[in-house]
């Protein structure tokens, strides 16, 4: 068995300059689908995959994330007067038990690639996970379980893909695939946004990765790539060049939230799924499309 993974690097310092005037006092990481936020669906996934520790790499306006996972004294003693016992059960549930989330600054947006680095100390020398928090995959088992079950196979290095329009590699990190291996396939190259006639698959990368500690010393380098930003795209070729990446293509689909079509559609599909809602909602946005003629 590889070594077992125990914790993710949640990379949260961004601007969410797409969702502004939204973001502007808030992060963009609380936006809801339904009535959930983002973070927390990624939290679940990597819960659900048994991570046992969260480290999220924060920036300024960011506090409300801590907030978010910590107890708050004053809405649960109210819910207990008022008897609500199930909204009590679910903040339970959904928030982090002590001493298993770690915060870190990264002081300035230099990056994805730095982001990461910034919590190579509270990671230290073991395999670990990479969540985008604006990727939200849905399926079952979740995106990262997948992943788990091939690293259980493979060890090294393991990217989650799914297949893109091939129109529409320009937008991604699209993969190369070699040989199959268990649910997945050797990895044999990566591109940042290829064109369509350049890109060596649709496989792109959908923000889940599982990588090893190495990949710390060589975002410690510093170098700048595209954007004049220390992108992680760049780090992880170098890392391929002396240990194995493998693709685990995810079995359900990915909703981009960090676009405005992928969030609206992310919440139209959560929405559908759920007991309490999917009924009347789905009611209401037939009646919408049909009123405007769609
Ligand atoms: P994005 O490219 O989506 O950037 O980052 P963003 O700032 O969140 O959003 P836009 O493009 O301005 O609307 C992908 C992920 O990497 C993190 C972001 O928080 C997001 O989760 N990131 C990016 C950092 O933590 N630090 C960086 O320097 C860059």
Redesign the pocket.
């Known amino acids: 068995m590889p070594a077992a993974i125990r914790k993710a690097v949640?990379?949260?310092?961004?601007?969410?300059?797409?969702?502004l005037p939204a973001?502007k006092a808030m992060p963009?990481?609380m936006l809801t689908i339904v009535d959930r936020p983002l973070i927390q669906y990624v939290v679940d996934e990597g819960r659900d995959a048994g991570l046992e520790h969260f480290v999220m790499?924060t920036?300024r306006n960011k506090g409300v994330l801590e907030d978010h996972f910590d107890i708050a004294y004053e809405l649960e003693a109210t819910l207990t007067e008022r008897g609500r016992t199930e909204a009590i059960e679910q903040l339970t549930r959904d928030r982090a038990a002590a001493g298993t989330m770690s915060f870190t600054r990264?002081q300035?947006?230099?990056?994805?690639g730095?982001?990461v680095w910034c919590a190579r100390d509270l990671i230290g020398d073991e395999p670990f996970v990479v969540m985008?928090?604006?990727m939200i995959p849905r399926g079952e088992p979740g995106c990262l379980a997948e992943m788990m079950a091939l690293y259980d196979e493979t060890g090294g290095n393991v990217i989650s893909v799914e297949a893109c329009d091939p129109a529409e590699t320009g937008s991604y990190g699209i993969v190369g695939l070699g040989d199959p291996i268990g649910d997945g396939f050797q990895m044999t190259t990566m591109v940042e946004k290829p064109a369509p006639q350049d890109a060596p698959s649709n496989q792109y990368i959908n923000g889940r990765y599982i990588l090893q500690p190495e990949i710390f010393g060589i975002l410690a380098e510093g170098r700048r790539g595209a954007g004049n930003?220390i992108q992680i795209t760049d780090a992880m070729l170098r890392l391929m060049e002396t240990q194995p990446f493998y693709a685990s293509p995810f079995s359900g689909r990915t909703y981009d939230c960090?676009s405005k079509q992928g969030f609206l559609a992310a919440n139209v599909a959560f929405a559908l799924e759920r007991e309490d809602l999917s009924e009347a909602f789905a009611a209401e946005a037939r009646a919408l499309l049909d009123a405007a003629g769609r």
């Not at 300035?108 to 994805?112: A, H, N, R, S």
């Open positions: 949640i990379p949260v310092a961004g601007l969410g300059t797409r969702f973001t963009k990481e790499v920036g990264q300035e947006p230099l990056g994805l730095h982001a985008l928090p604006d930003e960090g």
